[in-house]
């Protein structure tokens, strides 16, 4: 798995390839939108998915808690796909093999039916120093693609000063690369700017979001890191 260090909100951010992120100064591992069970509520609906995507997201989660023992395991958000099915209920197994890893949910919109499991710990925002961490960032709009201010957030998230730097999910950004002739194709991506980190959607079967703002991306292509505009 690559890696790449960067700052942000005053706090060493080290960016993985697998779409998590790491605090070093804390040992806290962050995900977000791992929607798991995504692929079996698709298929009780009569809608047909790709072979494997549940065992795929297991096998990243296993080797980011591997690669990050004893750490706090920080979710933004959407650990799960809505109503609780067999394979949501196949993370209960894999936490249980984590006892010295601590699990925290903050919840999400998708997490509306959360099992009472001893293993997570679920609240509604976290924070670390000068970092808030929520699942979705205050005033972003997916159809009309808000800019991301200060003062939009404000608006919502009256607490928000110059000196606390949000760290979010739910948004699942990407960016949009151009090829040869007409051919595009969209990477999922990290984004921030100078008080707003949004980190890509983990999970194997979730999409992503041209976020169409300005900051810094750093897009995830083949298991490497490429930064892509300032």
């Known amino acids: 798995m690559q890696t790449t260090e960067v700052r942000f909100g005053g706090s060493q951010l080290r960016l993985n390839s697998d779409g998590s992120a790491f605090l070093p100064e804390h040992n806290t591992l962050l995900i977000a939108d791992v929607h798991l069970g995504k692929s079996g509520v698709f298929r009780k609906a009569g809608i047909p998915t790709p072979q494997g995507l549940h065992e795929k997201n297991l096998k990243q989660l296993i080797n980011a808690f591997d690669t990050h023992p004893e750490s ?88 928000l000063t110059e000196d606390i ?18 051919s595009r194709a969209r990477i999922k991506a990290f984004f921030w700017n100078d008080w707003l980190c949004v980190l890509p959607a983990f999970g194997t079967f979730t999409g992503q979001h041209a976020l169409k703002v300005p900051g810094t991306y750093f897009g995830i292509v083949d298991g490497e890191l490429i930064k892509l505009t300032e």
């Open 72 to 159: 706090t395991v920080l979710f933004l958000g959407d650990v799960f796909h809505g109503l609780q099915n067999k394979e949501t209920r196949s993370l209960q197994s894999l936490l249980l093999k984590y006892p010295k890893h601590t699990f925290i949910v903050v919840k999400g919109n998708h997490d509306f039916d959360l099992p009472e499991w001893e293993q997570l710990n679920v609240v509604n925002e976290w924070t670390i120093g000068k970092l808030h961490f929520l699942h979705e960032p205050p005033g972003a709009d997916f159809e009309t693609d808000t800019p991301f201010s200060r003062a939009n957030a404000q608006e919502r998230f009256p607490n």
């Open 165 to 182: 730097f949000l760290v979010c999910g739910h948004l699942h950004p990407g960016v949009a690369l151009r090829g040869r002739g007409r």
